[in-house]
Each structure stands twice: as C-alpha cells, then as structure tokens.
C-alpha cells in the first residue's frame, strides 16, 4: 500500500492543467480562453421573401388590382366580360384610364391615322400614350385575347357528335398525329381530307324539308357504309366531316356516298345542297395535325 492516503491524493487529481484536460475531454470540450457564447443569428442574417404582386391575399376590404392570375383563372372559368378584365389590368398597370378597344370603321381609321394599334380585322387598341408603347401594350392584350378565344372555342367542343356519333376533331386529333408521325418513319403518306356541304343554310331557307340532325344520321349512315378499314372519321363543325386515311381515293368514296344520300332529299337538293373536297398530304405538305387540316380546308374552299 502506497505510503500517500487517497485524501492526499485528491487536491492533485483537481489541479489538472488546461492542456491536460483538453487532452482528456477533447479540444471541443474546454477552452482555457474566456467561454464563447451559444451562436445567435444576427437580425440582419434573418431573411424575409417578398410575396408576389399577384399573389393570393388576405382580405383587407381594399380594391385588389388585377394580376395575372386573375385572368388565366377567368380564362379557365370561360368568362364573359374578359375583354373588361384585360382592359381593366392595363388601365391600373398604365395609368391610362382612356385605353379602351374600338371595332368597326372607327377602328381602321385610328389604325391609319396612328392613334391606335390593330388587334386584328375591325378592331384597334386606343390609348393616349407613346406609340411604340401603346404598340406593345396592343401585342400584350391580343395575346391575352387570342388565348381566352382559344380555350372558349376548344371548351365549347363535345368529345363527341351527337348527331352523328362521330368524334370531334379534337378527340381524334391525337390519333391522327400519331398516324402522322407512323407514315413519316414508313415514308408512306397519309391523307387528310374535309368534306364540306355547301350552301346548307340557303337549301334550309328555301325548302320544308331542312338538312338537320336527322338528314346529318342518314349522311353519317352512308358515309360509314363506304367506310374502309383504317379511315378515321370525325366532325369538325355543322357542316364539314374530316377523314383521315392512307388510301388517296378515300374522301372521293366518301363524298360520293354523301352526295348520294344529298340526291335522295326531296325537291331541289341535288341542285341547291353540293359536297367540296380538300385534301392535304401528310407529312409532304405538313407534319402537324392542325396545319394538315388548315391546307385541307383551304382547298376545299377553293374547289368548285
């Protein structure tokens, strides 16, 4: 036994030097320094975002100005008064309380005296600014315009036609497109025709027998009857079917069977109601399903 008790040993053992505990503890663990502080994030480090200008608010009972999401969600809702909405965003953006949309002559003759900006035929931004800037403020409002007409014209459209079964353009445009994009890597063409009755409107007017729904079931009715395998067929508007086929002489068939069925109407419809064809070539003419059939209708209009 050690001739040194364990009371003397004590004072020793609490007389460590800070080198020494720093090797025992660890460095992190003692600072013979004066003790640092917890870390506090300074007030200047904290750091505030900004909510958008449009961004969804509490309600404060004060006038909001319109923002861009005011008019995508009035677009989705298909509303009425878009155009005021538009103008309205402009006018709080400007400044300018006067800018407004003028249609008809009054609008060609701004355009011509360069007091205002053409939004398209027989209508004109007005607005009392520079105009280079009314210019850009006019794009801005037609582009806003053209996206609302859009989205109301696809919304007003059936997936389907009731009269004659047939799908709507825009459920059978995907299905063309891939027919597209197949007959571009075979190198094998694929046809897109319209089939449009004329002078329907005028045939109603004169005669007691109309070329209604029912006459467009029997029409349907026939066209299917002449139908090959692996036409599509689909209803663009009142009066014009759309087929699209890798057969050059399918709309021809197509026609035929619908002017045939034209013939069997009582009275003048032979010489009153007629059927033009227009076909554009995919993918020699266009690959996009919407230019084929702009190409398809513009010739259709200009057949005899």
């Known amino acids: 036994m050690s001739e040194h008790s364990h009371a003397e040993r004590l004072p020793r053992r609490a007389e460590l030097s800070p080198e020494e505990l720093a090797l025992l503890l660890g460095a992190d663990r003692f600072d013979a320094a004066e003790p640092t502080p917890a ?3 300074p007030a200047e480090a904290i750091d505030v975002e900004v909510a ?4 969804v608010q509490a309600p404060t009972g004060d006038s909001r100005h319109v923002g861009d999401t005011d008019l995508v969600q009035a677009i989705l809702e298909q509303s009425p008064n878009f155009e005021d909405l538009a103008l309205r965003a402009i006018r709080e953006r ?6 407004r949309i003028v249609t008809g002559g009054a609008a060609e003759a701004m355009v011509a005296a360069g007091t205002g900006s053409a939004l398209g035929a027989d209508r004109a931004f007005v607005a009392p600014m520079a105009p280079d800037r009314r210019l850009a403020w006019a794009l801005w409002l037609a582009r806003w315009l053209t996206l609302w007409q859009r989205t109301a014209t696809r919304g007003a459209l059936s997936p389907w036609d009731d009269a004659t079964g047939y799908p709507a353009w825009q459920r059978a445009r995907p299905q063309v497109a891939q027919r597209i994009a197949a007959s571009r890597m075979r190198r094998e063409p694929l046809f897109v025709s319209v089939l449009c009755i004329r002078d329907e409107e005028f045939w109603n007017r004169r005669s ?9 079931m029997r029409a349907a009715a026939a066209i299917d009857a002449a139908v090959h395998p692996g036409d599509e067929l689909s209803r663009l508007d009142a009066d014009t079917f759309v087929v699209a086929s890798g057969r050059a002489a399918a709309a021809a ?3 035929q069977a619908l002017r045939a069925e034209i013939a069997r109407l009582p009275g003048d419809g032979p010489r009153s109601l007629s059927v033009a064809v227009g076909t554009a070539e995919a993918p020699w003419d266009a690959i996009d399903p919407d230019a084929v059939l702009a190409i398809a209708r513009e010739r259709a209009a200009a057949a005899r």
């Open 94 to 99: 400007t400044g300018e309380p006067l800018a």
């Open 52 to 55: 958008p200008a449009d961004a």
């Open 253 to 255: 068939e197509l026609a």
């Open 39 to 41: 870390p506090r994030a």
């Open 208 to 216: 007691q027998v109309l070329a209604d729904n029912a006459f467009l």
